[in-house]
């Protein structure tokens, strides 16, 4: 038979590793494993990202953090090469220390503070899909709730009231932190960001930044795979 | 050259020991040979008034790999050519001067102890012991201890799956902070901490060499804290970003074969680091330490020797393989330096430079005195022990309710969430209970197969009889597993003790390891390593008797584990295990000294009860018959059922609830060998079956139902109160 009957639909991921990135295994496994997708990890040293279709930086604590989580990791050579690739609209996903490391090298607008309570928290939290028809959510249901970890001390989103407003108005908010039954209140909120974002995406809508860890929420065991439901949409677009 | 008594209480070593080691070397040692034995003799590298006791543990077993003392930590076998490699160690003086870097570095530790074996760390665990929070000195020391496990911890992405708190008034100014880290590994990369091969190179990697830390060994662990001076510049201060970079560069080491062993530095440094991997392996070594690279200018022989800076590493290297070591350091950007190498004679060589600063058999550093000394039972004890029940009047039924939320909100028995949610339990992708239940459950990858652990040791049982209070020590770690679904499988321990060399305290240590071995024969839990702190003691006071048992069992599938919840509304509730309640079950319960102030009274255990309760509720689990299992512990069958209820936030009815004696026993009374289970009605039968076949009781206790706990004419509560009095219990107190 012919080979291209057995293409299989598979797209490449890369998996940028900094020195104390911890994340890159669990993204590596639940892709690779899970998913059955082709996945590279790539030394941040590295440059060359054009085997790719979409980068993930995971989370972890690059370069131990103790300045500001990110502020050194966005030095890295591989980020000239993940800027040049978003500059191409080709897709970037971070989570955690990686949606910081966005923010700091100005692929995402805002930042990301130490949280409100000053503690590192790790719990489950619900995600309501604010929009579901980026290349990131395409796969979620209009307003549904996802169910996935944070692990983070500094995931406070912030921004400016002009920039909140801009994210609002073009639907970049991916995420918010809400209740089981989808209500963003302020219990709901683990951390006190702003307008209880949990994930934003860029203008462009191919950068995906945020705190929480969908390669966490991988397979039933571990106590839920909605986290699959982002992977799955990428995969699905490309 | 008569030695002061200054010069020797600094090292902490006394005039006899000096005697010996000038008769031993046939000459007076120099001050850096001094402090090479002042280190190696010391009670916490060599363990002199311990070992002689540690000798009646049992440390051998069918899946036992590596055992007790051999190496860094224990290896048991978990079959698919996997092995879990585990320790737990204190951390106790240094978190008591410094709390957020002593508990911070006593995580480094341990960490290195597993990953210098060839195993990637995947779980820590985190027993603590701390005064009451009503103290605004220890709510620092709490949040200090807390807050360095976190940030150290959650740096190297290691979950951390659960631990225990316990509040006492001796803890005040002795906190005890216990760190196990526990490790897997395929079998066939497992490293040795062994310098052998004669001209292997000593290669010394990560961190420069400073002051930190000097005397941290002798200074810190081996004496108690009569005099006030200046402490903190003994502790160390971690960087967990360098750690995690060690971690890595040595699992890819690991995996090679460029290296004869590896072997981490800690309580004395590179003085025990290369000398008891030289005893390890039956040679000697040779170390310039003009070699060793420096943070700090005019560091003598003896600092750079004693020193304990963190995160460093003593590689092996195999002869000709220098070279390919050094790229893997290099990749990860840490520093190696060939700082020495091994040798035939025998000797512990230490050169600065040509010239040579101390020159002593491997042998005579490694094999201090061993101490043993025949002691009384203190008539202190008997006191403790003889307690009348009679003597406090029993619970009024009116006051059930009120007294169960009031221990549900003690700090010792409160939900600890807020502790473990600032640790990160999840990182891995293998947590599979997470921390709250009674033991954290991982998966292992590639397997059907899940582990077990849990940290345990009540200290008032310990406190009023220390024998029994070992024995519970390990049967309740063991009991916290099996209601997972896991098979216990070994221990490692941490014991906990004041000054040895006072009478009552050496009474303690010895009865509790008897108590502690007995149980671990019987349960067939071998004790695969450990670590002993003594002299926990200020002004005289010593801490009650702590010994703290981490154990690992096995699940052959993990997707059959329990969880201590109740899970469905109509499920009926059972009692497995000791059905008899006994008036004096109440004795040095939680209940007791919270409600009465009085810690009095023996515990009391029968370990073939034991036994045969375990293997019941194992098969039970296996069977798929249960939907939740929960041990019977501090606050007892009360507390239990609340904590059953309050985890998913159900129901508890029981319409004919009996009491045969005193209502306070048989609500709080902490009577050992009891799991309160839940399973469908239709499995009711297979369950009464196979308690009979184990012959253990099995009383039906009410059913899971709506949205209170209710024992009919004592307890009406909602389960909202319930937890929140439970959740919140710990919170506010900080």
């Known amino acids: 038979m012919p080979p291209y009957l057995f293409k299989v639909v598979s797209v490449k991921f890369g998996i940028v590793v900094f020195p104390g990135t911890w994340s890159d295994r669990d993204c590596y496994y639940s892709l690779n494993d899970v998913l ?203 | 050259m008569p030695v002061s008594k200054e010069i020797l209480d600094e090292i902490a070593l006394g005039q006899q020991e000096y005697e010996l080691i000038v008769e031993k070397l046939g000459r007076e040692p120099n001050e850096v ?64 001067i410094e709390p957020y870097q002593g508990a911070a570095t006593g995580v480094g530790g341990i960490v290195r102890d597993i990953f210098t074996m060839g195993a990637r760390p995947i779980a820590l665990l985190n027993s603590l012991r701390l005064g009451p929070l009503s103290d605004p000195h220890n709510r620092y020391l709490f949040s200090g201890v807390v807050g360095g496990i976190a940030g150290y911890g959650n740096c190297l992405g290691i979950p951390d799956i659960g631990g225990e708190i316990f509040f006492a008034d001796c803890y005040s100014a002795n906190p005890l902070v216990n760190a196990l880290c526990l490790g897997v590994a395929e079998t066939k990369n497992l490293v040795k901490a062994t310098a052998r091969g004669e001209g292997s190179l000593l290669m010394l990697v990560g961190a420069d ?32 970003f360098l750690e995690k970079l ?87 950007e840490l520093r190696s330096d060939v700082i020495g ?26 094999s201090p005195p061993i101490y043993r000394r025949r002691v009384k039972k203190p008539p202190r004890l008997e006191q403790l022990q003889a307690f009348d029940v009679a003597s406090i009047p029993d619970l009024s039924p009116k006051k059930a309710g ?51 652990l849990t940290t345990d040791g009540n200290p008032r049982y310990c406190c009023v009889n220390p024998y029994l209070g070992g024995v519970i020590a390990v049967a309740e770690a063991a009991r916290n597993l099996v209601c997972t679904g896991a098979q216990p499988l070994a221990i490692t321990n941490c014991l906990n003790f004041g000054n040895p060399e006072k009478d009552d305290v050496y009474y303690q240590l010895r009865e509790c390891i008897a108590g502690m071995a007995r149980a671990c ?17 200020t002004k005289g006071e010593a801490i009650y008797p702590t010994p703290v048992v981490g154990m690992v069992g096995l699940l052959e599938d993990v997707a059959k584990h329990c969880a201590s919840g109740f899970k469905n509304e109509g499920d009926l509730v059972f009692l497995l295990g000791d059905g008899q309640v006994v008036d004096s079950s109440i004795g040095s319960s939680e209940y007791l000294a919270l409600v009465h102030g009085i810690i009095k009274g023996n515990p009391h255990i029968d370990l073939g009860l034991e036994k045969r309760l375990q293997r019941c509720c194992l098969e039970a689990i296996r069977r798929d018959i249960l939907n939740s299992a929960h041990d019977c512990s501090e606050g007892g069958l009360g507390v239990a059922l609340a904590e059953s209820c309050v985890a998913n936030g159900l129901g508890f009815v029981s319409r004919d609830w009996r009491i045969a004696g005193r ?26 079956r196979l308690a009979a076949r184990w012959q253990i009781g099995a009383k039906r206790l009410g059913t899971v139902e709506g949205k209170r706990l209710i024992l009919r004419g004592y307890i009406d509560l909602s389960v909202d109160e319930i937890g929140e009095a439970w959740w919140g219990g710990l919170e506010k107190l900080l």
């Open chain 2, 521 to 537: 024969r019987e349960l067939r839990t071998p004790v695969v390593s450990g670590n002993v702190s003594l002299y926990n003691e």
């Open chain 2, 33 to 96: 040979e001094l402090g090479l034995f002042g280190a190696l003799w010391s009670e916490h590298c060599g363990y002199k008034h311990s070992t002689a006791l540690l000798r009646q543990l049992p440390s051998g077993g069918r899946r036992v790999l590596v055992k007790r003392g051999e190496e860094n930590a224990g290896v048991v076998d978990i079959g698919d050519g996997l092995a879990v490699v585990m320790k737990i160690e204190s951390h106790n003086h240094p978190s008591a």
């Open chain 2, 402 to 452: 009120s007294t169960l939320l009031r221990l549900l909100a003690s700090p010792n028995i409160a939900s600890k969430r807020c502790v473990y949610r600032q640790y990160d339990h999840q990182v891995g992708d293998n947590t599979v209970v997470l921390p709250g239940s009674d033991a954290g459950v991982l998966r292992i990858k590639g397997t059907k197969k899940g582990i077990a």
């Open chain 2, 209 to 240: 060499t400073g002051r930190d830390g000097l005397h941290g060994a002798s200074g810190l662990a081996s004496r108690t804290f009569e005099q006030k001076r200046e402490l903190r510049s003994t502790v160390q201060v971690g960087n967990p």
């Open chain 1, 36 to 238: 059955r997708q082709q996945v590279d990890c790539i030394w941040h040293k590295e440059t060359d990202l054009s085997q790719y279709d979409c980068i993930i930086l995971p989370g972890g604590f690059s370069y131990g953090d103790y300045l500001r989580p990110g502020a050194i990791a966005r030095f890295s050579p591989v980020m000239a090469s993940v800027e040049h690739f978003a500059a191409r609209g080709k897709l970037v996903v971070g989570i955690c220390n990686g949606f910081q490391v966005l923010c700091e090298a100005g692929l995402l607008p805002g930042a990301l503070l130490r949280s409100e309570h000053l503690e590192y928290r790790c719990q489950w939290v619900q995600l309501k899909v604010e929009n579901d028809s980026s290349p990131f959510t395409r796969r979620c249901q209009e307003k549904q709730v996802l169910r996935i970890p944070i692990s983070h001390y500094e995931g406070r989103y912030y921004a400016d009231d002009a920039t909140l407003a801009q994210l609002e108005a073009d639907g970049q908010v991916a995420f918010r932190y809400s209740t089981p039954t989808g209500d963003i209140t302020d219990a709901a909120n683990p951390n006190g960001s702003l307008h209880n974002i949990a994930g934003i995406i860029s203008r462009r809508g191919n950068v995906l930044g945020m705190m929480p860890h969908p390669e966490r929420a991988c397979e039933p065991i571990l106590g839920s795979s909605d986290g699959n439901l982002i992977w799955e949409s990428i995969i699905a677009g490309l």
């Open chain 2, 246 to 332: 060690l971690i890595e560069a040595c699992l890819e080491l690991a995996e090679t074969d460029w290296i004869a062993g590896m072997q981490d530095l800690g309580a004395a440094g590179l003085t025990s680091s290369a000398i008891e991997s030289a005893a390890r392996g039956g040679g000697g070594i040779e170390v310039d330490v003009l070699k060793v690279p420096r943070r700090e200018k005019g560091m003598t022989p003896y600092e750079v020797m004693l020193s304990e800076s963190q995160e460093r590493m003593l590689v092996i290297a195999k002869k000709g393989c220098k070279d390919k070591v050094k790229a893997v350091f290099d990749r990860w």
């Open chain 2, 663 to 688: 209502l306070d026993s048989a609500l709080f009374g902490e009577a050992q060998s009891r799991i309160v289970v839940s399973l469908a009605p239709k499995s009711a039968w297979k369950l009464g």
């Open chain 2, 341 to 366: 190498q091994v040798t035939g004679d025998g000797m512990a060589r230490i050169k600065e430079g040509e010239k040579v600063v101390a020159d002593i058999p491997v042998d005579l550093l490694t």
